[in-house]
C-alpha cells in the first residue's frame, strides 16, 4: 500500500469522471465533494484502513493540488471573473452574474447594464475572452470540450439538483428534441432552446454573422453553408429560422 501511493504521488494520470470520482489506472481513489462554490471543491479519499495517517495526508494533499491544477489549467476564464483587481464597477457586475451561470447567460438578463458600458470597457470584456451576442453573454473558450466537460462536473457535484440532466454529447451544434428538457442546464452546457430545437450559442453567433453579411435589403439567401454550420436539414433551418424570429 505504501509503494502504491509512492507511486500515485508521482504521477499524473488522474481522471475526474462523472460520478464525481478521481480514477487512477482504472480505479477510483477519490471522491470530489462541494466546497465553498461550483470552482472549489474539496475531496475524499477511497482507502484502505490500513493506511496510516501521514501516508493518507501526503495523497490527498497531492490530489488536491492536481484538481486544483486541473480547474486552474482548464477553467481559467471563469476564475478570471472574480478578478479583485477590476476597477469598473460595470465589469464587476458582469462578471459575478457570469461566474453564477458558470460562464454564459442570455444577454436580455443585462441588457440595462450593457447599456451603461462604454469603448474601454467592452475591450476589457474582450480581452478577458467574454463574448457579447445577439442572444448571450459567454466566455468562448468555457465551449470548448475539455472545458465544457469539467465545469458541468463541477457545477453537477455543487448543484445536487442538476445530476439528474445529462450534457448533450459533444460534436453536436443543433439537436432536435421532442422531450421535455431542462433549458437552464442545457444553457450551462451552452445551448440555447427554441421550441424543441436547441443550438450551441457560439454558433448560433457565427450564424447571425452569416446572415448578416449575405443580407441585402432586410433578405437573404439560404447557403449551404449555413445548413452546414448548423447541422441540420433545410426544413428544420427554416423552422429554426421562424422561432428565432
Excluded at 56 to 77: A, F, R, S, T
Excluded at 163 to 182: A, H
Aim: proline share 2%; hydrophobic share 40%; aromatic share 12%.
Amino acid at each position: 500500500l505504501m509503494k502504491r501511493i509512492n507511486k500515485i504521488t508521482k504521477d499524473e494520470s488522474f481522471s475526474l469522471e462523472k460520478d464525481f470520482k478521481i480514477y487512477w489506472m482504472n480505479n477510483p481513489i477519490a471522491t470530489i465533494i462541494p466546497g465553498k462554490d461550483y470552482l472549489s471543491p474539496s475531496l475524499t479519499l477511497i482507502t484502505d484502513d490500513a493506511i496510516e495517517t501521514k501516508s493518507k495526508e501526503k495523497l490527498k494533499l497531492y490530489l488536491q493540488n492536481w484538481l486544483i491544477n486541473q480547474i486552474k489549467e482548464n477553467l481559467k476564464d471563469l476564475i478570471n471573473l472574480k478578478n479583485d483587481n477590476i476597477k469598473s464597477s460595470n465589469v464587476r457586475a458582469l462578471c459575478f452574474q457570469l461566474y453564477e451561470q458558470n460562464g454564459v447567460m442570455k444577454r436580455d438578463e443585462i441588457k440595462e447594464l450593457l447599456k451603461k458600458f462604454d469603448l474601454k470597457e467592452k475591450s476589457l470584456l474582450r480581452k478577458m475572452g467574454i463574448k457579447i451576442g445577439r442572444y448571450h453573454v459567454f466566455l468562448h473558450r468555457m465551449l470548448k470540450p475539455k472545458a465544457v466537460v469539467l465545469r458541468i462536473n463541477l457545477w453537477k457535484n455543487f448543484f445536487k439538483d442538476t445530476q439528474k440532466f445529462e450534457p448533450p454529447k459533444f460534436g453536436l451544434n443543433f439537436i432536435f428534441d421532442q422531450k421535455i428538457k431542462n433549458n437552464k442546464f442545457l444553457l450551462i452546457c451552452g445551448f440555447e432552446n427554441f421550441g424543441n430545437f436547441y443550438i450551441r450559442v457560439d454558433i448560433l453567433e457565427r450564424l447571425f454573422i452569416k446572415i448578416i453579411d449575405s443580407s441585402n435589403k432586410g433578405k437573404f439567401k439560404l447557403v449551404s453553408e449555413m445548413l452546414n454550420l448548423v447541422g441540420c436539414n433545410k426544413e428544420n433551418f427554416q423552422k429554426l429560422l421562424k422561432l428565432m424570429n
